[in-house]
């Protein structure tokens, strides 16, 4: 799951969770996928995203999503339910 590793454009200089990993899957009638797993503790989450090929995908909008993940996923772990709200 976690054996390729993401650039510091892609993650940053602290990505959330405790390991994370991606995949870019090679591209299908146009559109490009990629594929983020994130572990935090002793639960391991899978973030897939596509896109049109040619089209970037700011990679502020898929930290923000991946903290969000990790964030929920933390929330459960203490006990919590995993809310999230967006305005």
Do not use: C
Request: glycine residues 12%.
């Amino acid at each position: 799951m976690f054996t390729s590793k993401l650039t510091v454009d892609e993650i940053g200089n602290n990505p959330p969770g405790d390991e994370i990993a991606g995949i870019e899957v090679p591209s299908k009638q146009g559109w490009m996928e990629k594929i983020i797993n994130v572990r935090q503790g002793g639960v391991i989450a899978q973030i897939k995203y596509t896109w049109r090929e040619g089209v970037g995908v700011p990679s502020t909008r898929i930290m923000s999503i991946i903290k969000m993940i990790v964030d929920r996923i933390k929330q459960v772990q203490r006990g919590g339910a995993p809310i999230a709200s967006a305005r």
